[in-house]
């Protein structure tokens, strides 16, 4: 009995405490505001989250190998802001979707080569194609913002299924499902956790090491793209200042959601959802108290720093034990 | 003329786990005196001395410097009471210069406090000339050759007035030249009034340079000797004993004419080894003896392909391979269970069911890579049972098992290709005596069904109870190949020292 319990503490200890912390948030919300608890808002809040809920899951995948990708929010802004350009230039609405995931891709892969052939360390060589691609960004939109795209892509963001369900919803809930499956049960995934927890003996078992930080690098950049698709399509517009600040909100989804910057290997894609609902809840709540945006990103620097604390001492009094 | 004594430890215990490897052991350490520590692997030197040093605690004992009684709890302790440890691993900055390496954490001040660079580099220059050192100060240390380094090392002792110095095994990367060098310093050290503790193998070294020798065997004194009233057979005797160990097992017989399964001709790689040619056959267990340095792990990577050589074939079954890679090496049925579990052996927040199979996850997936958990945890469960891995279950994390079963969880893993050829670089370090004896088992029952195993190990015992053959490793050179029959442990030892 003393066993089964310890494995269930195992298993879902730390999410029994963000389940928690959401049930406390929405308890709190609802007393605050009766809208709160309606359908309709909870799947607003699903739509908001959009954004660095998709991106959440290609950087928790990435941490996950021992990495970080601190370009996803230029990569998004880049890759999205072409896409809708070449929208406004005409070109089919799916056409110009894939040529952005191609071009994050390739960013993606620009970060691969660094990290996993030139072995530089992932935070260098992401910050510098962070800048490549945010200047380039900057220089092509020249400030401006973009809006008026075609109806039929609007729907991807705006549309709904059943009159209540907001297809941004249903994306990121898919998307979700498909990574926790997929890193639980491919051989792909498994490598990614075996190459976080251990290179070396990752390599001595035959892994690829390289072939998983360059499809890492790359799904967390493809992930990036389709999160800003996404956004661009839900409010119409490609503004220049698309996914500020957004490596920061996808880095925190994931650290609150268990997954270990300190040593690789360790993270879950159901721990990254709850993580990514928290942020959401948080801001939502923050948004409503009237919180200035500058203030917020402050509270956002300290929540990460406060979570990475604890689980610093968390691993370090695991070290001592053995 | 009696010395004073400067260092005594007496009737010191030690146990880990329940697991007693000093039982008592008695070591004084004169002034003036350069004094050897012996003993055979897991001997308990290496724990006497990281009981001085404040790594760990003993369980009961005295420990006096200068007849005072002293407490040792930390590294920082040992420092405030004059030991110095060199050890085996050089802790040098390589961008700094050699003075400011000398002179680390004590560099000179100017009247202002800053660092002044000129009276360093001077200082420097006074001590490398009183030691006879042929050095520039004023060089980066990245520019000179291990042997240079390793002198540095020892020269910061001086810089902090250390009255005993602890050497760990300072010779195995000399060579003879260097290694003449060596011993002016610690003559010169030794006029200067610093008594010396030699930590060493190499029994040439022991002899040439020791006033005493202490000798362990199985964590109690076994002999102390005092120059001129020894021979190395002698030490041998103390080190190991004179019974020849008896293999429980039947020796494993080879038919001659077994195919062979790996040729290596001509292995090179600048600095690691040279000239390395070795053949195995179908069924066969060979070891590759050699102390530490001697290049056994260095051979084992290259021929795995974890490190890179320069020159040299390698052979799998009459095949030249050109590429070679861990994973298409692992695709050719190869394995190699590497030296150091922790870092290179499992993967540790998995469990026993994934450590196991990581190898073969293809063998359980569909063609597009969706593993299939029910043949996975079949496999994992048949053959963690074969291994006698003792867990509570599969699904267990193999950091909470012993090392012995966490060891065997690697073996389990290499084992599950179904290899042909199989390295292992020290398999039973760190392992307790029964699990060791279980591993053999599984070895030999690897060898009968075909496998043919190559051990590189520094244990004596573990290569002449489980090998036809042994090679002869030294300073990276193949330097005799044995018939295990017809060798005694102690012949082995003086070969390989």
Redesign the interface.
Known sequence: MK?KNQ?FKDMFGEDVVRLVIILIFVVVMSFASPYFMQMKNMMNILQNISLQGITAIGMTIVIITGGIDISVGGVCAFSAWIAASLMKSGVNWGVACLCAIIIAACCGMINAFSIGIMKIPPMIATLAVMNMTRGLQTVISRGTTLTGLPESFQVIGQGNILGVIPIPAVIIIVLYLLAAWFMS????G??I??VG??P?????????NTRVLFFSYIICSVFACIAGLVFVSRTNSAPSTLANNLEMKAIMAAVIGGTSVTFG??GKIWGTFLGVIIVGLMTNALDLLGVSAYYQQFIQGVLVLLVVFLEAIRSNRAAKQ? | MEQKVIVSMEDITMSFSGNRVLKGVNFQLKEGEIHSLMGANGAGKSTLIKILNGIYHAVSGIIKVDDKQVQIRTPKDAEKFGLAFVHQELNVCNDLTVAENIYIGNWIKNKRGLYDKKATSRRTKELLEIMGVDLNPDVPVRRLRTAEKQIIEILKTMTRDAKVVVLDEPTSSLNEKEKENFFGIIHRMKKNGVSIIFISHFLEDVLALSDRVTVLKDGVNNGIFSRGGYTKDDLVVAMLGKKIIETEMRPLTVQEDAKVVLEVRKLCSDKKFNNINLKIRHGDIVGVCGLLGAGKTEIARAI?G?DKFDTGEIILNNEGISRIR??L???KKVA?L?EDRK????????SIR?NAT??V??KM?NR????N?KKQEAFAEDISRRMTVKM?GI?QNV?SLSGGNQQKVVIA?CLA?QPELFLLDEPTRGVDVYAKSEIYKILREAAESGTAILIFSSELEELLANCTKIIILKKGMITDVVNTEELSKNRLLSMIG
Do not use: C, Q, W
């Open positions: 066993d494995k049960r491919t051989i792909l498994r490598s956790y075996a927890g251990n070396e003996s990752a390599r001595v078992a035959g892994i690829k290997g360790k053995h | 795995f974890l861990p994973d090496m692992i695709e190699l590497t870092l290179e052996g499992f993967v540790p927040l998995m994934e990581l190898s996850m293809k997936s597009v890579g969706i593993i958990r509570s699904e950091v893993r290709i």
